[in-house]
């Protein structure tokens, strides 16, 4: 009786999930197709969902493994090179270049974490931050392959290819490709392999001592960070169409642990939101030139004083509570305009 | 199957940090299903001692010998925690190490890690196996929580319990592992003469119940002359004593270096 009625339920939380994310995929995508998206806000909203996939990444490593990651954009880098190097040189279909780029910054991500994660101690943030300095450095003194400073364009580009299908279609990708990482994430976290990653965050030496090997899990989250910035920058790499060395920058590093810190470190929706909502307000606040600059340590220390463990700190936004609190708020909604009624109908008595 | 067989042996371990030799030519056996305890006076390297038999610390010198499950002898000086709790090896710590941030159920599931049967690919798409592997942990946590009286607290956060509690679900969670052998660290520090009793019941009854072979550390004499059969006395970091609580208790030596006068009479 019981088992017939936790399935119904896990059904019915499927659905509603299948049916949100089914929403947030494809109607923005029918309504950029449209037109009544305009190409700039498609443009927005698309690039702020490689940022959130880059804030999954760092959030994956710093906020669920626990370790500290400066340099996480390298990996970035390493995807979209790698997506151009293999498309545009080796003749790799593109899709399947987007498949093994990723796989690639998952490797560096394996080299490097290999003999750092074995410490314990805030290592890995000095490594990788070196890491990031020399995937930059090195794309830009490999000019015959990378194009060196200025960087090199990319000849599959959803936004040049056709300005009818380009922004439609790059949303579709990669806001899809967003919503496929949050779900495996999600079913990943929430398995025994991902209480046991977090077992290693909590608390190394209890872990250990509870049979978790703490090296081989820092290893998998780490290594799953690497491969999810290895698909940002395949992603990145057709949807801009240029690619410089700059995309492997401490700053762009830093931006994305940004949107981690603000959204909640663990929390991968919160880190999501922050990302939609600060790439939104980067290009919303425009008019202020560089004076936006300053709103972003504005907003920095205002969270760390009033709610320093981020928006959300670890918990999750979860969907199926939302959808369940519907019914209530519109009851709430409805005896509030009936109170009202009422009381003006008393009043006109 | 022999009543006396030993599960866990320490031949001549030393530990040497620095200059400081902490444990020096240790010897210890644990005999199937025995309760032993291990008293001396602070500092002395009964937590040292702990963390070698857990893994925690490697001996500088000396072997530690251990039988499993089935029968197989281990050497296990170099292993890591996690390989020793793979085996049957479960401890808990002096200073409580709980998952803080985790639900109480989740610290236990944590425990079960190696009993899981799901691969990550079942993991990703959801398949029945993972949903039976699930089902089979959930199944096993609640019947755990519910003999520590923890039941309510499922989905609490760790760190939000009191004290008593977090004490015992550390040990519970130390059972999920479904171990041997189970290392108490001073499992009755802090808590009230209530709370001990009813702390010291559990720990025999687990023991019945789980078939265990239990080493704990304590400090309440009352205590373990009460439960523990048989006593090792430690004193910088040798073995001054070892027998039976009543032989402990009138030994001149402990009495000099640890119980004092007066406890010698404490029955």
């Keep these: 009786m019981e088992n017939i009625h936790t399935h119904n339920r896990q059904t019915r939380n499927t659905l509603i999930l299948t049916g949100i994310a089914a929403f947030a995929i494809f109607v923005p995508f029918l309504l950029i197709r449209a037109n009544l998206i305009n190409a700039y806000t498609a443009y927005v909203i698309t690039l702020a969902g490689i940022n959130a996939i880059m804030a999954i990444s760092v959030n994956v490593v710093s906020g669920i493994t626990g370790q500290l990651t400066l340099g996480q954009c390298a990996f970035e880098a390493v995807g979209a090179y790698m997506t151009m190097i293999l498309a545009q040189d080796a003749g790799i279909p593109l899709p399947l270049a987007m498949i093994i780029a990723p796989l690639v910054a998952a490797f560096l991500g394996f080299l490097i974490g290999f003999p750092t994660l074995k410490l314990e101690g805030d290592y890995l943030a000095i490594v990788t931050l070196a890491f990031g300095e020399i995937i930059r450095v090195v794309l830009v003194n490999l000019k015959g392959i990378t194009g060196g400073?200025?960087?090199?364009?990319f000849k599959f580009s959803f936004l040049r290819d056709s300005l009818d299908w380009g922004p439609s279609l790059s949303y579709l990708v990669i806001i899809g490709a967003l919503v496929l990482i949050?779900?495996?994430?999600?079913?990943?976290?929430r398995s025994s392999y991902g209480r046991a990653i977090m077992a290693v965050r909590e608390d190394e030496i209890a872990a250990n001592s509870n049979g978790v090997s703490v090296f081989k899990y820092k290893m998998i989250g780490f290594i799953a960070g690497a491969f999810i910035g290895g698909i940002g920058g395949a992603l990145y790499a057709p949807f801009i169409g240029l690619i410089k060395p700059e995309l492997a920058s401490f700053n762009n590093s830093i931006n994305a642990l940004?949107?981690?810190?603000?959204?909640?470190?663990?929390?991968?929706?919160?880190?999501?939101?922050?990302?939609?909502v600060l790439t939104y307000m980067q290009e919303f606040l425009r008019f202020m030139q560089n004076y936006r600059l300053l709103l972003y340590p504005v907003i920095l220390i205002l969270v760390m004083l009033f709610r320093p463990q981020g928006l959300l700190g670890m918990k999750e936004l979860s969907f199926i509570k939302c959808w369940d609190g519907i019914p209530g708020l519109i009851k709430k909604i409805k005896s509030k305009k009936l109170a009202k009624v009422e009381s003006t109908k008393g009043g006109d008595k | 199957?022999?009543?006396?067989?030993?599960?866990?042996?320490?031949?001549?371990?030393?530990?040497v940090f620095g200059g400081l030799r902490a444990v020096s030519d240790l010897n210890m056996e644990l005999t199937k299903?025995?309760?032993?305890g291990l008293i001396g006076p602070n500092g002395a390297g009964k937590t040292t001692v702990f963390n070698m038999l857990s893994g925690v610390y490697t001996p500088t010198s000396g072997q530690i010998t251990y039988t499993d499950k089935k029968n197989r002898i281990h050497i296990v000086n170099k292993m890591s925690p996690a390989q020793l709790n793979k085996i049957g090896i479960a401890r808990t710590f002096q200073n409580i190490r709980l998952f803080g941030n985790l639900t109480v159920a989740d610290?236990?599931?944590i425990a079960m890690h190696a009993q899981r049967k799901a691969n990550p690919l079942h993991i990703l798409f959801r398949t029945p196996k993972f949903r039976k592997d699930e089902e089979m942990m959930t199944?096993?946590?609640?019947?755990?929580l519910k003999l520590f009286g923890l039941s309510e607290k499922e989905n609490e956060l760790a760190k939000n319990l009191p004290y008593g509690e977090q004490r015992k679900l550390e040990i519970c969670?130390?059972?999920?592992?479904?171990?041997?052998i189970l290392l108490l660290d001073e499992p009755a520090a802090g808590m009230n003469p209530q709370e001990t009793k009813e702390l010291m019941e559990l720990i025999s009854f687990i023991r019945k119940e789980f078939h265990l072979t239990i080493l704990l550390i304590e400090h309440d004499m009352k205590l373990v002359m009460g439960i523990c059969e048989r006593l090792y006395v430690l004193n910088y970091g040798r073995v001054l004593a070892s027998g039976k609580p009543e032989e402990i208790q009138q030994n001149p030596e402990v009495i000099k270096a640890y119980l004092g006068a007066e406890a010698a009479g404490v029955k």
């Design chain 1, 258 to 276: 940004i949107f981690v810190v603000l959204g909640g470190m663990g929390s991968i929706t919160g880190s999501v939101i922050a990302a939609f």
């Design chain 2, 139 to 144: 199944n096993q946590v609640r019947s755990l």
């Design chain 2, 33 to 36: 299903g025995e309760l032993v």
């Design chain 1, 149 to 153: 400073p200025n960087g090199k364009s």
């Design chain 2, 107 to 109: 610290n236990v599931r």
């Design chain 2, 173 to 180: 969670r130390a059972l999920a592992s479904q171990p041997q």
């Design chain 2, 1 to 15: 199957m022999s009543e006396n067989r030993p599960i866990l042996t320490a031949s001549d371990i030393s530990i």
């Design chain 1, 182 to 189: 949050i779900v495996f994430l999600q079913n990943f976290l």
